[in-house]
T-cell receptor, first 120, second 110 residues
Framework: QLQLQESGPGLVKPSETLSLTCAVS??????????WAWVRQPPGKGLEWIGA???????YYDPSLKRRVTIFTDTSKMEFSLILTSVTAADTAVYYC????????????WGQGALATVSS | QSVLTQPPSVSAAPGQRVTISCSGS????????VSWYQQVPGTAPKLLIY???ERPSGIPDRFSGSKSGTSATLVITGLQTGDEADYYC???????????FGGGTKLTVL
């Protein structure tokens, strides 16, 4: 059974960098039919698609975040990561990692979520 | 604003039927599969429907999905109090080359 687990600091100062990691277990990270994504949810609001990476290392980012976001995989550690620079209070959210299915574009497995608060 | 448009809330009595709409465009719903997610507050989203109308194993047939043109619909029949949650539609947008979600619909079972 695939499991995803997010980890990272719960508190980040404004203008600093948020780094989150998603540990993958129970399924291969390098899959030709899946991709790995980050989705966030600000308090009291809806889901926001941040970005994704496929088995070829191709990345896709939301245009509004593209200047500040990087997603990469570490196959030796079976994990993928999110880097978000120059954070502001608007980046406060629960961040989910998820597995996406290529072509169908649905997320079948999700992590439990990690709250990241941007505050001084 | 979300690329996909959902009603903020819907409500119905136990045992009744409710529909949740998701409106998009030719670059997303009109040309791609749609998925639906159920999220109980404080928990991660759960896949309800994939490939527009398919149910993952373990999802009861009370939940069904369909699409017509650039709009998709989630139908829940035989409503139960345990169905109270937020529901999101999702798909890929070919013009933006990103995944997109609807703004979410809060279901209240009266």
């Amino acid at each position: 059974q695939l499991q995803l687990q997010e980890s990272g600091p719960g508190l980040v100062k404004p203008s600093e960098t948020l780094s989150l990691t998603c540990a993958v277990s129970g399924a291969p990270l390098m899959s030709e039919i899946h991709y790995w994504a980050w989705v966030r949810q600000p308090p009291g609001k809806g889901l926001e698609w941040i970005g994704a990476i496929n088995y070829s290392g191709n990345t896709y980012y939301d245009p509004s975040l593209k200047r500040r976001v990087t997603i990469f995989t570490d196959t030796s550690k079976m994990e993928f990561s999110l880097i978000l620079t120059s954070v502001t209070a608007a980046d406060t959210a629960v961040y989910y990692c998820a597995r996406g299915r290529l072509l169908s574009d649905y997320f079948d497995y999700w992590g439990q979520g990690a709250l990241a608060t941007v505050s001084s | 604003q979300s690329v996909l448009t959902q009603p903020p809330s819907v409500s119905a009595a136990p045992g009744q039927r409710v529909t949740i709409s998701c409106s998009g465009s030719s670059s997303n719903i009109g040309s791609k599969y749609v998925s639906w997610y159920q999220q109980v507050p404080g928990t991660a989203p759960k896949l309800l429907i994939y490939d527009t109308s398919e149910r993952p194993s373990g999802i009861p047939d009370r939940f069904s999905g369909s699409k017509s043109g650039t709009s998709a619909t989630l139908v829940i029949t035989g409503l139960q109090t345990g169905d109270e949650a937020d529901y999101y539609c999702g798909t890929w947008d070919n013009s933006l080359s990103i995944g997109v979600f609807g703004g979410g619909t809060k279901l209240t079972v009266l």
